[in-house]
C-alpha cells in the first residue's frame, strides 16, 4: 500500500543554514513521482519541487533540491540558505504511475531562527 | 496568470446547515481534485472530477458530500446538514493532464476554504 512518512513532526534551523527534512515512502508501482509542498501560517499550498522514480538526477529548483534515495525509499528535501520566510508546514507527498490521488505525509513544521 | 482559485477563504456554519464551496482551476486545467485537511494533519484525497463528470470519489463520505464540475462554472463541494466534525480546510487542486498521465503532472493548489461548525 501506499505510505508516506514524515518524521520529524518539527525542526529549527538557523538563518543562513541547510537544513534537511525527511521523507521515506513505501509504494511497489516502478512508476511514481514524489512532490513536495509548502504551507506557510497563512494556509495555502505551494508547490515546490517534484521528482520522478526514472530521473536519473536529483530535482533541484532555486534553494531546494531533492535528496533522492531510491533503493532507500526515500525523498529529503535540502534547503539551502534558510531564510525566516521559510518557516512553514512541509508536506511530502507520492502519487503512482497510473493514479491522480496524491498521497501526503503528515508534515514537518520547521522554524527558522535569527 | 491567475493559479487555482476558491472562495470563500472562510466559511462558518451552524450544525445543520449547508456549505457550498467553490474552485475554479488554473487556465487551462479540466482536471479538478478535492482534498480535505484536518488541524495538524497531512491532506487526504476526497473527489476527482472532469468537466461534467466525477471520476473517483471514493474520499468522499458516503451521505450528505457531493461534488460537481459543470461544462460552465466553477467546481462545487457540497456538504449538506454540516456537523462539528466537518470543521476543516478544504483544498482543491487543479492539473494539465489528469488521470492518463505521468506521474509528473503536478497539482497545484488553491489557497483552502476553512470551514467551521458551530
Redesign the interface.
Known sequence: AQK?TQTQPGMFVQEKEAVTLDCTYDTSDP???L?W?KQPS??????LI?Q??YDQQNATEGRYSLNFQKARKSANLVISASQLGDSAMY?C?M?????????????TRLLVRP | NAGVMQNPRHLVRRRGQEARLRCSPMKGHS?V?W?RQLP??????MV?LQKENI??ES?MPKERFSAEFPKEGPSILRIQQVVRGDSA?Y?C?S?LQ??SS???????????T?LTVL
Open positions: 508516506i512508476s511514481y513521482g512532490f509542498y497563512s494556509g495555502e499550498m505551494i508547490f517534484y520522478g522514480s508536506f507527498a502519487r503512482e504511475g497510473g493514479s491522480y490521488k496524491l498521497i501526503f505525509g503528515s508534515g | 482536471h481534485y482534498y495538524e494533519e497531512g491532506l487526504k484525497f476527482y471520476i473517483d474520499g480546510a483544498f487542486a492539473s489528469g488521470t505521468s506521474p509528473s503532472d503536478t497539482q497545484y493548489f488553491g489557497p483552502g476553512r
